[in-house]
């Protein structure tokens, strides 16, 4: 008999409360205690394991007493007392296991996604020409006025700017809790729908821009030989049209031999603060590279419903005329199109989300 999401969910934080007792008895290790390297790895996965055992250790407390009222009420030979009691307590610790179960739930599904405080996120013009970059430009402002709204930081890292105010690409930093959770899911093709500011005969095109997202864990652990392993390309910075905007030698290229993974920065005047976000920029994309490769099977139930966050694939319609939004991968169709572009994205976040949770769930 198959067993229920429920029964899963208790069976993996069993497993999970095993996992941290085993990590504290090592920590407790004489030897392992002088070892300063292993006890702080020790020491960070039983803190991560933490969030999830403590509550299910209340849960399991609440669970015992729920089967105990309930074996009461079954037994005939109980006092008649305290069975009445245990009638009288049954609906209540129904109930608190159900919110229990529930908060174990959302963070059981979103314990991973939690961890990663900071994100890389990139939006490029895809095909449309100059209205693909005037898109790329909506998109790049509609995400930073939902990051405010979230209280997340903000920092800009590279831009390429398009000859009419649009954007041929952009590179960011989103910094705060829950940044991932809220950004994770934007990843692939978005495609837009209207009349487009270069039309003269108010006929409708569709454009597209692309957004990649990256995880920026808090410490990289990626060996690059900078050296050895990547070529650096330097020029003079340039602006739209080619148009050289120093006459120093700023701009950084910098090229991964290994996977053929470029990172282009000009955004700063200075070679060294460029040089530095390019580093930056290509740790994050080959950590990515290499986690994508070594997780493609454990990734393989989040892909199903968010995509593989493949740039060619697109995930959602932005349809100006009929004001309408629709994410393909979970068949939403919203018409708040104005109020999302202005950063209130919340409820297509939310949707995502439950449908990712549902999905985690099932594949436990």
């Not at 041929?168 to 959770?181: F, P």
Request: glycine share 6%; proline share 2%; aromatic share 4%.
């Amino acid at each position: 008999m198959a067993q229920t999401v429920d029964e899963k969910l208790l069976a993996k934080l069993e497993e999970l409360s095993t996992r941290k007792a085993h990590l504290d008895a090592q920590m407790s290790d004489p030897d392992i205690a002088t070892d300063h390297l292993r006890i702080t790895a020790l020491a960070k996965e039983s803190a991560k394991l933490r969030y999830l055992t403590d509550p299910y250790r209340v849960l399991r407390t609440t669970l015992q007493s729920l089967k105990e009222a309930r074996a009461l009420i079954h037994d005939a030979a109980a006092d008649a007392d305290l069975r009445e009691l245990a009638h009288e307590e049954l609906p209540e610790l129904e109930d608190e296991y159900e919110k229990q179960m529930d908060s174990l739930k959302d963070r059981v599904v979103s314990a991973d996604d939690a961890a990663i405080p900071s994100l890389i996120l990139e939006v490029r013009a895809g095909t449309g020409g100059d209205e693909a970059a005037l898109f790329a430009r909506d998109l790049y402002e509609m995400y930073l006025r939902f990051a405010q709204l979230r209280k997340f930081k903000i920092e800009v890292l590279d831009q390429s700017l398009g000859d009419m105010g649009g954007l041929k690409e952009i590179v960011l930093n989103v910094r705060g809790a829950g940044a991932w959770q809220a950004f994770g899911y934007e990843g692939g093709g978005h495609r837009v729908q209207r009349v487009p500011e270069t039309e003269a005969q108010g006929r409708i095109h569709t454009s597209a821009a692309t957004v990649a997202v990256y995880p920026e864990p808090e410490e990289l652990n990626i060996d690059i030989n900078w050296d050895t392993d990547v070529e650096e390309h330097v020029s003079r910075s340039s602006g739209p049209g080619g148009q050289k905007v120093n006459k120093t030698s700023s701009a950084i290229l910098l090229v991964h031999t290994e996977t053929g993974i470029t990172v282009s920065m000009q955004d700063e005047k200075s070679q060294h603060k460029n040089r530095a976000k390019a580093r930056r920029i290509m740790t994050t994309r080959l950590l990515d590279h290499h986690q994508k490769q070594q997780n493609a099977e454990l990734d393989s139930a989040r892909k199903t419903m968010i995509g593989s966050g493949d740039r060619s694939q697109r995930i959602r319609t932005y349809n100006f005329p009929q004001n309408r939004c629709t994410d393909h991968r979970i068949g939403l169709t919203l018409y708040s199109l104005d109020r999302i572009m202005l950063g209130q994205l919340d409820e297509l976040v939310e949707a995502l989300q439950t449908h990712d949770k549902e999905q985690r769930l099932q594949n436990l």
